[in-house]
């Protein structure tokens, strides 16, 4: 399958070395019949026969009432990436799926050509799928791939934002970052259940004051980040590795967004159980 991949990667480099070639040589040719046309016109180069300025600023010919009718000619079509848009949209499309975020949404802004090739939903669900994880293989995202991309990466750093948090362990920033409704939720790894914002935030403040030790925060790892976005609500499940103690947690974050903001509704924490047997004799 490498191999495969790095085959039409090749043959979509290949195609576009060709086609700017090919742009050049034609602008090459097209520079140098207009060079030998312009003898033709008897022009002598001085000011008064009025042939020094043959050509007015809309491109129309000064010598010659026929002539004028090339101005109205439509202009040619911007060349190199049109023209491979127009001529291998299946290579384009496999080219673009090498792309990263970045260089995907930067070729977005240098034509209307690459525009339209770089906006297409097919392009941004490959990268979603080489980036993120897919929690169900149906989903189908009601605004396109491209709005599903920038959700879940919005939703991955707050969630990373939310982990900075406990690393300094700030209450105020704490009290921000979570939904302030009676309905909100908190269950930590030992097993505290706190549910409305008040109790919450009074549950954080005895996780910092357990775990900091003069203000030093907590320090923490996570990984195997996943992200479901459906409408105003998303969830993110992770494991995390507490430095103090080397177990792992399964974790489950909810976000809801209100105003435009995201904020946390619900966080649990659950240990996870250790999968080798233990030996009764030691």
Known sequence: MDGVRALIA??????????????????????????????????????????????????????????????????????????????VPEITTHALSYLDYTSLCRLSMTNSAMRRAANDDGAWKALYHKDFTVEQGTI????????????????????????????????????????NADYVKCIHATGEFFTGFNAVMEGWGLMFNWGQDGGQGIALRIR????????????????????????????????????GRWYMVHHHSSLIADPAPHNMFG
């Not at 920038?150 to 982990?163: G, H, S």
Request: hydrophobic residues 40%; contains cysteine; charged residues 20%.
């Open 10 to 87: 090749a043959g979509a480099t290949a195609v576009c070395c060709l086609v700017c070639a090919f742009w050049a040589v034609r602008s090459s040719f097209s520079s140098s019949s207009k060079k030998q046309q312009s003898p033709s016109l008897n022009c002598c180069g001085c000011a008064s026969c009025g042939c020094h300025t043959a050509k007015s600023a809309n491109g129309e010919m000064a010598v010659g009432g026929e002539n004028k009718k090339k101005a109205q000619e439509p202009a040619p079509p911007e060349g190199g990436a049109s023209m491979m848009e127009q001529l």
């Open 140 to 179: 189908n995202p009601p605004n396109g791939w491209k709005a599903y991309y920038a959700a879940t990466k919005a939703i991955i750093n707050l969630n990373a934002e939310f982990y900075n948090i406990i690393r300094e362990g700030s209450l105020p920033a704490m009290s921000r970052f979570w939904l």
């Open 224 to 259: 195997d980040v996943r992200v479901r976005v459906l409408g105003d609500v998303a969830w993110v499940s992770l494991k995390v590795n507490v430095d103090v103690d080397p177990v792992l947690f399964h974790v489950t974050n909810v976000y809801e967004s209100r105003n």
